[in-house]
């Protein structure tokens, strides 16, 4: 009789890596969104990866593998079954011996798609776990998805694109008739050349002389080619029709959106044109759904302030902002509490401009100033279809945040984002736009700013042996910090495109409102004093968290320093 396999939390709670209560709030969550109890465990922070999938591996008898590890890295041979397999189902060769293939998976349930493998390799399997995040790591740094510094040193005009032609934008349309037209495959290169470096942006901006093609990686733009002149106006018409924007309109801003497969995957691209001196600038924002589903434990979150994040969105009503510039991930954030939250038992709507994503289970609006459909309308609507969570774009104004307050006041809970450049600056910026001050007071229960930062390179960082004295001052790292840890520098290598960096996290301050914050929200008090009550109630500001990060060797002072520095040095 086959012995009786242990549960995966039975598992945890053996090896202490959980406690019973943590169990029964993941099982809440598991079993409201449709879960596993692995992935609601990884999801709600309440467990790492590493130790989900090594529970797994114990459960099902196979073995764990650390792909951190230099001898399991040289193991691995992608070279044994197709690209498109390996990317879609985010599964790595390890070999071959006596005519079975060993394959690293994370997910040993899915039988599924071991069958599909098993059919698709025309042979046996033997397969091993590794945690899913350190796979798709380690394919992303292999597989042709690549950093900037990867990208050819050739230019993307190629011999097959005639320049020596000054085409107008009638004749670009000629230009654009048939896959083969020198625009079309440049335009497909550069796009597909930005998605495969992971690039969030691609700028096409037009000079006197050139036109400038950058891309944005890891929040940090490096210039890619200077494409003649004469091109201009061919590439910009094809951008424009790509987009389904007007070709012949150049004097008013427009916005667009375009969908094409990338290595076998769709992407879309959210496409900006605005009128500049020297011709139309053009910005394409590449849109990744899986960028909003990291789960909130690999946002970059302390485990104090993942705890209190976890317990602020699960209260019952009042709002919750997230603060920062343009950039600094507080979409991102938002998604990813939702993602938690989404469960069959609660109603979210959303109010955006524009929808960037779409989410299952989630009521997307999206605003449409055009015919009216403005945020107060749609929020006004909203609190009509009896919702539990409601999300706001981006309060704007007064009318919005009018809205907001009193959709929260009455039982609902409400998440927003703010411009402002630290959190208790949001009570000041509310006040500003003539909300009432017991209206903020009474409303308002967190507020959180972040900035992304970015995070070394783990293949080449080593230890700075002379850091900056003066970035260290500037991160208020002490002589006696510096006796306990080691400050790392970035280096360059193939892994990280020669940039010593490689991806980014998240920084955050998070003011939770008390008592003495919501008295000096109603007595309209200075931000310095707003701020300094707020440290007495437990925030750790942005330069703390960053400090903790330079610490221990997730990157640098002079990367911190870029948005949380002390004000004298």
């Not at 510094?149 to 085409?167: Q, Y």
């Not at 989410?359 to 009509?384: D, K, Y």
């Amino acid at each position: 009789m086959a012995r009786q396999r242990k549960k995966l939390g039975e598992i945890l709670l053996e090896w202490g890596s959980i406690s019973e209560q943590q169990v029964q709030q993941a099982l809440s969550v598991a079993s409201g969104s449709g879960r596993r109890l692995g992935e609601a465990l990884i999801e709600t922070g309440l467990c790492k990866e590493e130790d989900v999938a090594k529970a797994l591996a114990s459960q099902f008898d196979m073995e764990y593998i650390s792909l951190e590890k230099d001898e399991t890295r040289s193991q691995i041979d992608l070279s044994l079954i197709p690209e498109d397999l390996i990317k879609k189902h985010l599964v790595l060769p390890m070999g071959t011996a006596n005519g079975r293939l060993k394959l690293v998976i994370h997910d040993p349930m899915d039988l599924e798609l071991l069958d599909l493998l098993r059919f698709r390799l025309n042979r046996e399997l033997d397969t091993v776990i590794a945690p899913k995040s350190a796979i798709k790591s380690f394919i992303d740094g292999t597989t042709g998805r690549t950093t900037a510094g990867m990208f050819s040193d050739e230019s993307l005009v190629t011999e097959s694109v005639d320049v020596t032609v000054d085409r107008s934008v009638d004749t670009s349309i000629d230009i654009a008739e048939g896959e083969d037209a020198p625009i079309i495959r440049l335009v497909h290169r550069m796009i597909t050349e930005a998605v495969r470096s992971r690039a969030s942006d691609i700028h096409v901006e037009p000079m006197s002389d050139r036109v400038i093609l950058r891309y944005r990686i890891d929040g940090v733009c490096h210039v890619r080619d200077n494409l003649p002149k004469r091109m201009q106006a061919s590439l910009l018409a094809r951008l424009k029709l790509m987009a389904g924007m007007n070709i012949a309109e150049r004097r008013i801003p427009q916005d667009g959106r375009i969908k094409m497969p990338v290595d076998a995957e769709q992407i879309d691209f959210r496409v900006s044109a605005c009128p500049a001196y020297h011709g139309e600038s053009i910005v394409l924002r590449i849109l990744r759904p899986e960028s909003v589903k990291i789960g909130l434990p690999n946002l970059g979150f302390e485990p104090e302030s993942l705890d209190r994040f976890n317990k602020i969105i699960r209260r019952p009503n009042g709002i919750f902002l997230v603060t920062g510039p343009t950039g600094s991930g507080k979409t991102t954030t938002l998604y990813s509490a939702l993602d938690v939250l989404n469960r069959p038992d609660r109603k979210i709507i959303t109010a955006e401009d524009p929808v960037e994503y779409s989410f299952t289970g989630i009521n997307q609006c999206q605003v449409r100033e055009s015919i009216g459909l403005t945020f107060p309308r749609i929020l006004r609507a909203m609190l009509r279809q009896a919702p539990n969570i409601i999300l706001v774009g981006e309060i704007r104004d007064k009318d919005v945040a009018e809205i907001a307050i009193q959709a929260a006041l009455t039982g609902h809970l409400v998440f927003s984002t703010l411009h402002t450049n630290d959190a208790p600056s949001s009570i000041t910026r509310l006040l500003d736009m003539g909300v009432k001050p017991f209206l903020v007071a009474s409303a308002i229960q967190a507020v959180m700013a972040q900035r992304l930062i970015r995070i070394l390179c783990d293949q080449c960082k080593e230890p700075d042996p002379e850091p900056d004295r003066r970035l260290l001052r500037l991160v208020s790292i002490t002589d006696e910090d510096l006796e306990r840890h080691t400050i790392y520098r970035a280096v360059g290598c193939g892994h990280c495109g020669n940039i010593g960096y490689r991806g980014r996290k998240a920084i955050f301050e998070m003011m939770v409102m008390n008592s003495e914050l919501r008295e000096l929200s109603f007595k309209q008090a200075a931000i310095g004093t707003i701020r300094a009550a707020a440290i007495r109630a437990g925030m750790k500001d942005l330069l703390h968290d960053g400090k903790i990060k330079i610490l221990r060797g997730d990157t640098t002072p002079a990367e911190v320093a870029r948005f949380a520095q002390t004000k004298d040095f």
